[in-house]
């Protein structure tokens, strides 16, 4: 099954955004080509980018307060496993914790390296880190490939204060939405949202032999889906088929 997510705010698209340039930051950082290196310092830039948002960490410490407060509310519940319980609220408060203590915005640290902030100005730049305009850079990829990685990981490292605490925020928020079986009539499916309850985060899980592609809207009222049917090189066209797929909606 094929797993399409869609963000009902700008907050929650954000954390997903952070989100995936870490997981490719951790799969290029496991490989030794300097190529991947050079991808892996690329995303890094993109992260300090998307984690330098003048609000996001308030936002960030706004939403670990109030899941650990929500959380909390479980506490003497006899059908909640309280070491389970006890658990997550620990991960909450350690990362609120390491984010509050961090001075400034997210990748300051990074943002005072002279040599990284050079790599930077040209990495965006079509050819922009040849060894004749960055020769430093140019060395720094000739070096053993664990020399780099362990330069790569103590960067990535001063990020985690951020990165952390949304990879969790998310994983909670993945875990409040109960999947079911919906079916998008002559390849559409239009679905009113119950009231009084926020949602943040729509999955949406399809067969991939289907060769279907969901197109996704929503609001606060009501969620559009659009199956489009896709084939390699080609347009994407809207389907007219009656499909089953696998909807949640996370609050």
Not at 42 to 55: H, K, P, Q, Y
Request: charged share 25%; proline share 5%; aromatic share 6%.
């Amino acid at each position: 099954m094929i797993l399409y997510e869609y963000p009902f705010n700008e907050r929650v698209r954000t954390y997903l955004r952070l989100e995936t340039l870490f997981r490719r930051l951790l799969q290029l950082l496991a490989r030794e080509q300097a190529i991947d290196h050079h991808f892996a310092l690329a995303t890094l830039f993109e992260i300090m980018e998307v984690a330098g948002r003048s609000d996001l960490k308030s936002e960030v410490l706004k939403d670990l307060d109030r899941q650990k407060s929500a959380l909390a509310a479980y506490r003497g519940n006899p059908a909640i496993a309280e070491a389970v319980l006890e658990d997550i609220i620990g991960k909450l408060d350690a990362c609120y914790g390491a984010l509050q203590d961090q001075s400034g915005k997210p990748g300051q640290a990074l943002g005072d390296n002279e040599w990284l902030m050079g790599v930077r100005s040209r990495i965006a730049i079509p050819g922009g880190t040849c060894e004749f305009d960055l020769p430093g850079y140019h060395a720094w990829q000739q070096l053993d490939p664990a020399r780099r990685q362990g330069d790569l990981h103590r960067w990535a490292k001063t990020l985690s204060p951020i990165v952390d605490p949304v990879r969790l925020l998310l994983k909670l928020l993945r875990d409040s939405g109960a999947p079911q079986k919906v079916m998008a009539t002559g390849g559409q499916l239009q679905q009113n949202l119950p009231q009084g309850r926020s949602f943040q985060l729509l999955r949406l899980r399809i067969d991939p032999t289907l060769n279907l592609v969901p197109e996704i809207s929503g609001n606060r009222l009501m969620v559009v889906v659009r199956l489009m049917t896709h084939e390699p090189a080609e347009r994407l066209r809207a389907s007219t088929e009656d499909v089953s797929f696998e909807l949640a909606l996370c609050a």
